[in-house]
């Protein structure tokens, strides 16, 4: 029987084949990143929950949605921490790695979205209470991890790593964009806190949040729009982070709408009256320049669809313009302006259509084994 010679590539090659095989070996890669599939996926269920047009089928569909968000949440994160236990120099290289370790932000997005929906749609299931108790305790996590990466990620940008003029991308925004998450869905839980100072601690609390996260996203959009202006366009493989500055922007309209409702029950009058006229003013004027970047962002993809390589990036399309419906939804309940409706509506479609190519595209990598290989 004739033998072949493999050359060292193809050896290699088929080495990296079986280890792929091997149980355990294909999580030797996972990164933070992939609990991006989670924020996607979640935001889709929020979204519908409030959506101003509501139809028969459409809250039964949003909470299946929300329970493969939860599964897929309880899956990543058992898949990680084996992932930490069975190759902690490669989790550890993710944390170093200047790219990678801004995706540290998406694990406790992934939490507060999840908890949010248990809230929100998982209480028909549940019950109210268990969803509560959900609730308070992935948005206690998700809220810690999220300070943390808003912290321990710029820090060891400025200490560790030497960046070119042209770095800035909108990956840079997700690990700050974790406290306006947490802001937004911390609204939720203020009338179910104890009144007094528990109650306005919370409400206070998710203010500040607000605050942490509103500046240093805005500081962060400059930097990207400078980028843009300089460099052009990112590379075919990271033009959907391009969509991640809309999340900071859809979040903070929502999260604004959100307080100023919650605050009734937490503020004097006086405050929750100026809370209102806030929701109102600053989320028509932070909206309208997230419709500009949309159209931005929309005009890059087009520019570049036929050469953009399918990564886990892609998932950029989906939360931050999930953000923008329920942003533009906050805004039609508060105004009662159908340009806002017709948006939400609108943005819904091209977020579920966003969404199940996204997904489909992904479940795809995961069979072949595509996405499990370093990037």
Same mark, same amino acid.
Request: hydrophobic share 55%.
């Given at each position: 029987?004739?033998?072949?010679?493999?050359?060292?590539?193809?050896?290699?090659?088929?080495?990296?084949?079986?280890?792929?095989?091997?149980?355990?070996?294909?999580?030797?890669?996972?990164?933070?990143?992939?609990?991006?599939?989670?924020?996607?996926?979640?935001?889709?269920?929020?979204?519908?929950?409030?959506?101003?047009?509501?139809?028969?089928?459409?809250?039964?569909?949003?909470?299946?949605?929300?329970?493969?968000?939860?599964?897929?949440?309880?899956?990543?994160?058992?898949?990680?921490?084996?992932?930490?236990?069975?190759?902690?120099?490669?989790?550890?290289?993710?944390?170093?790695?200047?790219?990678?370790?801004?995706?540290?932000?998406?694990?406790?997005?992934?939490?507060?979205?999840?908890?949010?929906?248990?809230?929100?749609?998982?209480?028909?299931?549940? #019950?109210? $209470? =268990? &969803?509560? !108790? +959900?609730?308070? @305790?992935?948005?206690?996590? %998700?809220?810690?991890?999220?300070? *943390?990466? /808003?912290?321990?990620?710029?820090?060891?940008?400025?200490?560790?790593?030497?960046?070119?003029?042209?770095?800035?991308?909108?990956?840079?925004?997700?690990?700050?964009?974790?406290?306006?998450?947490?802001?937004?869905?911390?609204?939720?839980?203020?009338?179910?806190?104890?009144?007094?100072?528990?109650?306005?601690?919370?409400?206070?609390?998710?203010?500040?949040?607000?605050?942490?996260?509103?500046?240093?996203?805005?500081?962060?959009?400059?930097?990207?729009?400078?980028?843009?202006?300089?460099? #052009?366009? $990112? =590379? &075919?493989? !990271? +033009?959907?982070? @391009?969509?991640?500055?809309? %999340?900071?922007?859809?979040?903070? *309209?929502? /999260?604004?709408?959100?307080?100023?409702?919650?605050?009734?029950?937490?503020?004097?009058?006086?405050?929750?009256?100026?809370?209102?006229?806030?929701?109102?003013?600053?989320?028509?004027?932070?909206?309208?320049?997230?419709?500009?970047?949309?159209?931005?962002?929309?005009?890059?993809?087009?520019?570049?669809?036929?050469?953009?390589?399918?990564?886990?990036?892609?998932?950029?399309?989906?939360?931050?313009?999930?953000?923008?419906?329920?942003?533009?939804?906050?805004?039609?309940?508060?105004?009662?302006?159908?340009?806002?409706?017709? !948006?939400?509506?609108?943005?819904?479609?091209?977020?579920?259509?966003?969404?199940?190519? *996204?997904? /489909?595209?992904?479940?795809?990598?995961?069979?072949?084994?595509?996405?499990?290989?370093?990037?």
């Amino acid at each position: 029987m004739a033998t072949t010679t493999l050359r060292p590539a193809e050896r290699t090659d088929r080495r990296l084949l079986r280890d792929l095989d091997r149980p355990g070996d294909a999580l030797r890669h996972l990164g933070p990143n992939w609990f991006a599939v989670v924020m996607g996926t979640g935001i889709v269920a929020n979204a519908a929950a409030t959506l101003p047009l509501q139809f028969p089928g459409l809250r039964a569909a949003a909470t299946a949605v929300w329970g493969l968000a939860a599964l897929l949440l309880a899956g990543l994160s058992a898949a990680w921490v084996a992932h930490w236990r069975r190759f902690p120099d490669n989790a550890r290289a993710h944390g170093a790695h200047p790219v990678m370790s801004q995706f540290y932000g998406a694990p406790p997005m992934a939490l507060l979205t999840v908890g949010a929906g248990t809230l929100v749609l998982g209480r028909d299931v549940v #019950g109210l $209470p =268990a &969803a509560l !108790a +959900v609730d308070w @305790v992935l948005w206690s996590a %998700g809220t810690v991890l999220g300070l *943390v990466s /808003a912290l321990v990620v710029p820090y060891r940008m400025i200490i560790r790593h030497r960046l070119e003029p042209d770095a800035a991308f909108g990956g840079w925004l997700m690990p700050v964009v974790p406290p306006m998450v947490s802001a937004a869905t911390g609204a939720l839980l203020v009338p179910h806190t104890p009144e007094g100072q528990p109650r306005l601690t919370l409400m206070l609390g998710c203010y500040a949040l607000f605050g942490i996260s509103l500046i240093a996203a805005l500081v962060t959009i400059t930097l990207i729009w400078s980028r843009l202006l300089h460099y #052009g366009p $990112p =590379a &075919a493989g !990271a +033009v959907a982070t @391009v969509w991640i500055v809309l %999340g900071p922007l859809g979040q903070s *309209v929502t /999260a604004a709408g959100q307080l100023a409702s919650a605050a009734p029950a937490a503020l004097p009058h006086l405050y929750a009256a100026g809370l209102d006229v806030f929701a109102v003013v600053y989320g028509v004027v932070v909206w309208g320049f997230a419709m500009l970047w949309l159209a931005l962002a929309l005009a890059i993809t087009v520019r570049t669809r036929r050469t953009m390589p399918f990564n886990l990036t892609w998932w950029g399309f989906t939360f931050p313009l999930g953000t923008c419906v329920t942003g533009s939804t906050v805004l039609y309940g508060r105004t009662g302006a159908m340009v806002f409706g017709i !948006a939400a509506v609108g943005l819904y479609v091209l977020l579920v259509g966003a969404w199940a190519v *996204v997904a /489909a595209r992904t479940a795809r990598g995961v069979r072949s084994g595509g996405l499990l290989k370093p990037a």
